[in-house]
């Protein structure tokens, strides 16, 4: 009987308070709610208070948050804590119980309160945009469909991304630049895409970049999606993701896409111009993206091929038969130039890379230049190479083991062979065994695809980890398996991924800063910028 249980709620034993509070529990009487009040507000107990509190919070009463908001002035810190946190809980907040928690002391309701408040207002406007959309798109003919895609086009998860914007190609839509917004155009009707420029080229890298991780397998369907990025990135001219293709042609594994990223370096102009002319001598692909540059330089460097004794005569024929092309499109030959030869060029920087280095050296893109590119190694190195990437793929590592280590026999220095290798000690658990090759990767490469080698750092620190050292005994390993190595923004890099995995992130956010300062624009900044920003979020590594 709900008067017998309120006549215990008076009680003077705190046993029979707590009783009358456990029967109150299911009750949806008023008049329970407002013994509750008074219990949560008055009662000399705070154990008898919390439960009041508790009970109340599952009442459901209109009043019962503004009884929350009143017992964060209880004198008990527990019980204070305890109404945070049902508040925080509380489901069912209306915009006006926020702004009533804007008022309160406790900074971390503000700050939840102003969250929340941003959230509604932001469902208001997407409500509002999707109204207005809905209107504007049966003027213009955009089916809902449509609609969908495009707004998954603003989804920040790249994979979301790509297939929507392949799923509008399909459908006859293109994606195109105007000004600093992305449109996408449908027989001469355009429709804002919902992205910036700089949104759509920080995508189209990050869809390009995600594949030059050492060892990370192609699939079917991201080989598709890698194509269709390089295809985009070629077609509206992004010169700003230069870098990353051509990092893209330096990984075995990407083979499958190499036509694609030398048509985009074609499409994208001069930038790409010293690269290309530096692989032509083993590439049609590159001859003809020189040919499609079109720039005195590129035609300079066509002519030097066409007539070079020293290269392969189906790459001479395809200069020549371009040249020839272009001669008659234009009624007078193209200008001799004197321009430095492929093989010239490939001997100097040999030389250059060759030459001893004195204490620290920081190493940027800029002074990779020209010379930013492959490992050429023996066709027979390659192969086995590849069958100990197959076989390490299908956790075969004693006979992936054995194929890198004759593949080091023809090509003792070959950095992707040191690389297989260490990865598949660390499959077979000989951590120590690993950072050896890992290091050794690093060691043997060129100077001049010394950017591609930034990101085999990594591998020296997930090998580390994988030991599951004490902290300091991570870093210092790290230090020590580095010791002699270039202090590069991929050193940085993996270090400050290091701090971050052993829980200092104020150190980690240090060294990707250092990251930043050394290369703003290299393949270790994208990854250094985001998670500067989750370090500062208070985001863990995952």
């Known amino acids: 009987m709900m008067w017998l249980t309120l006549r215990k709620l008076r009680s003077k034993n705190v046993e029979d308070r707590l009783r009358a509070l456990r029967e109150l529990g299911g009750s949806t009487d008023d008049r329970a709610f407002e013994a509750l009040r008074t219990t949560v507000l008055r009662d000399p107990s705070g154990a008898v208070r919390g439960e009041a509190l508790l009970t109340l919070s599952r009442f459901g009463h209109v009043s019962s948050f503004d009884t929350l908001i009143e017992s964060l002035r209880d004198q008990d810190p527990a019980i204070r804590k305890l109404a945070t946190d049902l508040l925080i809980d509380r489901q069912d907040k ?120 050492p060892g990370e397998p192609s699939y079917p369907d991201d080989i598709e999606e890698m194509r269709w990025a390089l295809g985009t990135a070629g077609r509206l001219r992004c010169t700003r993701l230069t870098n990353k293709i051509l990092v893209s042609l330096g990984f075995g594994t990407n083979e499958p896409v190499w036509p694609q990223a030398w048509a985009a370096l074609g499409s994208i102009g001069s930038s790409a111009v010293d690269e290309l002319a530096t692989r032509a001598a083993n590439s049609e692909a590159a001859v003809i993206a020189l040919d499609r540059i079109g720039s005195s330089e590129a035609i300079g460097y066509l002519q030097c091929i066409a007539v070079d004794p020293k290269l392969p005569e189906s790459i001479k024929k395809v200069a020549s038969g371009l040249i020839a092309s272009r001669a008659v499109k234009t009624g007078k030959p193209a200008a001799w130039q004197g321009t430095e030869t492929p093989e010239a060029k490939a001997r100097r920087l040999r030389e250059e890379a060759s ?125 020590a398996a580095t010791n002699g190595l270039l202090q590069s923004s991929g050193y940085h890099h993996a270090l400050g991924l290091l701090y971050w995995k052993i829980g200092d992130p104020i150190k980690a956010r240090s060294e990707f800063q250092e990251v930043l300062k050394i290369e703003p624009n290299g393949l270790c900044s994208e990854a250094a910028r985001e998670w500067s920003t989750k370090i500062d979020r208070g985001e863990g590594p995952g």
């Open 94 to 213: 209306t915009e006006a119980d926020l702004r009533k928690l804007l008022a309160v002391d406790d900074p971390q309701l503000r700050r939840r309160a102003n969250d929340e408040i941003r959230v509604i207002n932001e469902r208001k406007e997407r409500v509002r945009i999707e109204l207005l959309e809905r209107e504007a798109d049966s003027k213009i003919g955009v089916s809902p469909k449509v609609r969908s895609l495009i707004n998954e086009l603003q989804d920040n998860h790249t994979k979301v991304f790509s297939a929507a914007a392949r799923a509008l190609e399909k459908l006859g839509w293109t994606i195109n630049i105007s000004s600093t917004n992305v449109v996408l155009e449908n027989r001469g009707k355009p429709v804002s895409a919902g992205i910036t420029y700089d949104t759509l080229v920080d995508r189209l890298g990050r869809i390009i970049g995600i594949y030059l991780l």
């Open 355 to 479: 030459q001893p280095h004195k204490g620290i050296k920081i190493i940027t893109s800029g002074q990779s230049g020209a010379a930013y590119g492959i490992q050429a190694i023996d066709d027979r190195a390659m192969e086995l190479i590849q069958s100990g990437r197959s076989a390490r793929q299908v956790s075969d590592f004693n006979r992936a083991l054995s194929l890198y280590r004759q593949a080091l026999t023809i090509e003792p220095q070959s950095v992707e062979a040191h690389g297989g290798l260490g990865a598949t000690h660390v499959g077979l658990g000989n951590i120590d065994e690993a950072v050896k090759e890992h290091r050794l990767s690093i060691q043997c490469a060129p100077e001049y695809i010394i950017d591609k080698v930034q990101l085999l750092y990594l591998n020296i620190a997930h090998s580390i980890l994988k030991k599951g050292l004490s902290p300091s005994a991570t870093i210092q390993g790290f230090r």
